[in-house]
T-cell receptor, first 117, second 120 residues
Framework: AQSVTQLDSHVSVSEGTPVLLRCNYS??????LFWYVQHPNKGLQLLLK??????LVKGINGFEAEFKKSETSFHLTKPSAHMSDAAEYFC???????????????FGQGTILTVHP | DTGVSQDPRHKITKRGQNVTFRCDPI?????LYWYRQTLGQGPEFLTYFQNEAQLEKSRLLSDRFSAERPKGSFSTLEIQRTEQGDSAMYLC??????????????????FGPGTRLTVL
């Protein structure tokens, strides 16, 4: 079984300040982990992915995440928030495709990021 | 545009009516997924196709739901006798086959814009 817990439903930051969106996962096997972003009235867009290579993963738009197996965490960070970062962010886990997992994604509940001028 | 497309983008129907949604995946992708997203929640897995074979269905997919991918290309999701609880965003995603994926793209799914269903 696999599950994802996003620890904050809403995060509010000022433009230019750091962003931290927290995610803990549970997986019986070695997982792939993703962060997706969803802007209003737009489709889900992949920000970054961890697939058992480097534990620090860099994504688009200056976002990065660190896989910490001992803490079962995959927190998303950005050094300096921009107004355009305001959106909903989803932490996602997938068992590596193969066997019976078929690579289906399990999403967290989402974190809404608000950026104030 | 060579991304995943879905049609219609919005559907309003009355309770008890049948509705059908279409998804066109990225052309070289043989894996296709349907998810449902209700307000304030993350998307939930509904079903998975590899080519034309439906290999997995979630318990969320009641008998009123049926999905097909007849030629291994586009897929349809039909809901019969709609209920107000079916109101949600229905998302389609596609992914290359395992053999076609570079390791760096492993399990990455590309999402369409979704079909928003409102049942009155």
């Amino acid at each position: 079984a696999q599950s994802v817990t996003q620890l904050d439903s809403h995060v509010s930051v000022s433009e230019g300040t750091p962003v931290l969106l927290r995610c803990n996962y549970s997986s019986s096997y070695s997982p792939s982990l993703f962060w997706y972003v969803q802007h209003p009235n737009k489709g889900l867009q992949l920000l970054l992915k961890y697939t058992s290579a480097a534990t620090l993963v860099k994504g688009i738009n200056g976002f990065e995440a660190e896989f910490k197996k001992s803490e079962t965490s995959f927190h998303l960070t950005k050094p300096s928030a921009h107004m355009s970062d305001a959106a909903e962010y989803f932490c996602v886990v997938s068992l590596n495709a193969g066997g019976t997992s078929y690579g289906k994604l399990t999403f967290g509940q989402g974190t809404i990021l608000t950026v104030h001028p | 545009d060579t991304g995943v497309s879905q049609d219609p983008r919005h559907k309003i129907t009355k309770r008890g009516q049948n509705v059908t949604f279409r998804c066109d995946p990225i052309s070289e992708h043989n894996r296709l997924y349907w998810y449902r997203q209700t307000l304030g929640q993350g998307p939930e897995f509904l079903t998975y196709f590899q080519n034309e074979a439906q290999l997995e269905k979630s318990r969320l997919l009641s008998d009123r739901f049926s999905a097909e991918r007849p030629k291994g290309s586009f897929s349809t999701l039909e809901i019969q006798r709609t209920e107000q609880g079916d109101s949600a965003m229905y998302l389609c995603a596609s992914s290359p086959s395992m053999g076609a994926q570079k390791k760096s793209s492993y399990n990455e799914q590309f999402f369409g814009p979704g079909t928003r269903l409102t049942v009155l």
